[in-house]
């Protein structure tokens, strides 16, 4: 059973750069899909990016895919979000979320993955 724990959410201005990191603990990491969700106050949650167990294969929402990047370094058991270009429409809480790899990198909704983290708060000022 992997463990998920967010860290690197903050404040920051327009314009700005934040990295997140999703560090897995409890399970063969590298067995398993990753994706990033956000969830702004008073909005559903929604897809970002995810990310094959490789790490060979990425999927982006089309608003995110020109900002963010998605990766994943097994050997540490993290996956990263670096985020560029930030707008204040970008603050929400941003969760990571993993399922176990079947060879498929289409899985966009929150009921398909298995395991969340607690999420991290970016903040982003005007």
């Known amino acids: 059973q992997v463990h998920l724990v967010e860290s690197g959410g903050g404040l920051v201005q327009a314009g700005g750069s934040l990295r997140l990191s999703c560090a897995a603990s409890?399970?063969?990491?590298?067995?398993?899909?990753v994706a990033w969700f956000r969830q702004a106050p008073g909005k559903e949650r929604e897809f970002v990016a995810t990310i094959s167990s490789s790490g060979y294969q990425t999927y982006y929402a089309d608003s995110k895919k020109d900002r963010f990047t998605i990766s994943r370094d097994n050997g540490k058991n993290t996956v990263y979000l670096q985020m560029n270009s930030l707008k204040t429409e970008d603050t929400a809480v941003y969760y990571c979320?993993?399922?176990?790899?079947?060879?498929?990198?289409?899985?966009?909704?929150?009921?398909?993955?298995?395991?969340w983290g607690q999420g991290t708060q970016v903040t982003v000022s005007s």
């Open positions: 979320a993993a399922r176990r790899w079947d060879g498929s990198i289409w899985y966009t909704r929150e009921v398909e993955y298995g395991h």
């Open positions: 409890g399970g063969t990491f590298s067995t398993y899909t």
